[in-house]
């Protein structure tokens, strides 16, 4: 019994990472004309003047930052997509709390995120590819895949041992 307690004090700390990752990922998705302005001016290249700002990271973020801007100023109902990207993270985060409140009987909970971010590799690479996305962009996306599957995987993992505990016992 000491050992499902601690596996559920385990689970319950990774899901809570997992759910406040989507919270974060979803309210990120909302401010970016603020959010690649501060980029800007802590890259130094906010006027976007200079040989910095005309390459690398810094250059894409400045062009990234322009179009947004002049789509915002122009058609700035094309902001509701990301919108409706921060509700999706936010709901999926309400979902999990089935996770949190009955692990075992919610195990399909992390075989889910884990396919989801399993699947953001790919869709980080083709999309990302037909979009124009930089690779070093492209990377950068697929990381939130790499590390999300982490707690996921190992709270499916615990779960499992959780069931294998109690079949052991009776």
């Known amino acids: 019994m000491?050992?499902?307690?601690t596996l559920r004090?385990?689970?319950?700390?990774?899901?809570?990472?997992?759910?406040?990752?989507?919270?974060?990922s979803g309210a990120t998705a909302i401010p970016l004309e603020w959010e690649l302005n501060l980029f800007a001016r802590a890259l130094g290249v906010a006027d976007g003047s200079g040989a910095q700002a005309a390459?690398?990271?810094?250059?894409?973020?400045?062009?990234?930052?322009d179009g947004l801007h002049a789509t915002n100023a122009s058609y700035p109902?094309?902001?509701?997509?990301?919108?409706?990207l921060a509700f999706g993270h936010f709901a999926i985060a309400v979902a999990f709390v089935g996770a949190l409140?009955?692990?075992?009987?919610?195990?399909w909970l992390f075989t889910f995120g884990m396919?989801?971010?399993?699947?953001?590799?790919?869709?980080?690479?083709?999309?990302?590819?037909l979009r124009g996305i930089p690779i070093?962009?492209?990377?950068?996306?697929?990381?939130?895949?790499?590390?999300?599957?982490?707690?996921?995987?190992?709270?499916?993992?615990?779960?499992r041992e959780i069931e294998a505990l109690r079949a052991a016992t009776g």
């Open 2 to 5: 000491n050992r499902e307690i």
């Open 101 to 107: 409140r009955d692990p075992v009987r919610n195990v």
């Open 9 to 24: 004090r385990r689970i319950q700390f990774l899901t809570w990472c997992f759910i406040v990752g989507r919270v974060v």
């Open 55 to 65: 390459s690398g990271l810094a250059g894409w973020i400045l062009r990234v930052r």
């Open 115 to 129: 396919i989801a971010c399993v699947l953001i590799v790919p869709y980080a690479f083709c999309l990302g590819g």
């Open 136 to 159: 070093y962009w492209r990377l950068i996306d697929c990381s939130f895949g790499i590390f999300g599957i982490l707690p996921a995987w190992y709270c499916r993992r615990s779960v």
């Open 77 to 84: 109902f094309m902001a509701y997509g990301t919108d409706w």
